[in-house]
């Protein structure tokens, strides 16, 4: 069973610092995706957002093929995050390639799944969100990077067996040349094919004692995040990212998560709750939040979270504490002189 995911993916530094080589900057990306800077490398963000930000390099690199290659070949050892570190320094290949189907679970919107049967190993990329899929650029990269990992760790030049793609991915022959093997475009599936016998090659990043360091971390954190992962959480998180462009309607609110309207509330009903409700406690708390910052008058306020007019906010705040926005700042920080407008 796959586990439940957040639809809140944070950008690895190692992305920028590769595509830095590449001759592309972070603001070239946020500016082609239309996506504010600090969001993208500072941040956590949206499936739809992290789409945004593959599909903008894409068109910034050109052929989608080339642009997988250069990438997958550029992104520096030393940049992994410890999700990846934690495969790199694996005993050998296949304990790589198993905590990777393991880890990739923490890593939306991808998901792996790892076969061995015969002489044949294969592994099938899904997205975490059904019917929901990313630029093939992205989806490219991922398998691509499934051979580089054991390349770098054999030290030896590993070919795959088969490369299937669901959809056109650029020139053909550049990542035929890559993958060394055939590409088979408008395939059932997306999956890598490796010979089993490659599986069992020993890895020279091999990393006893870090390993023993990383794996439990990483292990608890899987393990929490199964827990605790909610769509009620999902739906107050993006909709205290989206108060500041006007107010989430729930179609929007679906969208972003890769699921139709009515399947978000069908999910809702399930956790007890409603779209409605979940706004309002989304604006509730994001409104105690920013009064609690000094800096913001309660105009600014009423607008980071989504109401066109101060009075609106008023009486809305009023409902929830029984008092005032100034008051309530004033009560809650102790502060005798707060700007109000």
């Known amino acids: 069973m796959k586990s439940h995911t957040s639809d809140q993916i944070k950008i ?183 010979r089993r016998n490659d599986l069992d090659r020993p890895f020279i990043s091999y990393n006893e004692e870090l390993l023993e360091i990383l794996t439990p971390v990483l292990d608890r954190t899987l393990a929490e995040q199964k827990g605790t992962r909610s769509i009620t959480e999902r739906v107050k998180w993006f909709m205290k990212r989206s108060f500041s462009g006007g107010r989430p309607d729930i179609h929007a609110v679906a969208k972003a998560l890769s699921m139709s309207d009515r399947t978000l509330q069908r999910r809702l009903t399930e956790e007890n709750t409603s779209f409605k409700q979940l706004l309002t406690q989304a604006r509730h708390e994001q409104a105690r939040e920013y009064l609690a910052d000094p800096s913001l008058d309660i105009k600014e306020v009423a607008f980071l979270i989504g109401y066109e007019d101060q009075n609106s906010f008023y009486r809305a705040f009023r409902l929830w504490e029984g008092d005032t926005p100034s008051n309530w700042r004033t009560e809650h920080l102790g502060l005798n002189s707060i700007p109000s407008s």
């Open 12 to 194: 690895p530094p190692g992305f920028w610092a590769g595509l830095s080589q590449l001759g592309i900057t972070a603001q070239d990306v946020a500016s082609k995706a239309n996506l504010p800077l600090s969001q993208i490398t500072e941040s956590e963000v949206t499936t739809a957002q992290y789409f945004a930000v593959w599909q903008a390099y894409s068109d910034l690199i050109g052929d989608t093929a080339e642009g997988i290659i250069k990438l997958a070949t550029v992104f520096e050892t030393t940049q992994y995050p410890p999700t990846v570190l934690a495969t790199y320094h694996a005993k050998d290949y296949r304990d790589a390639l198993k905590r990777m189907v393991r880890y990739k679970q923490m890593c939306p919107p991808e998901s792996l799944r790892f076969t061995e049967e015969g002489e044949l190993c294969t592994i099938e990329l899904e997205w975490q969100h059904p019917g929901h899929s990313g630029p093939p650029l992205l989806l490219g990269l991922t398998l691509a990077f499934l051979l580089e990992l054991g390349r770098r760790g054999t030290g030896l030049p590993l070919t795959a067996q088969l490369v299937e793609f669901s959809q056109p991915i650029g020139n053909v022959k550049i990542l035929e040349a890559y993958f060394g093997c055939r590409i088979q475009i408008d395939a059932q599936y997306n999956r890598l094919t490796l």
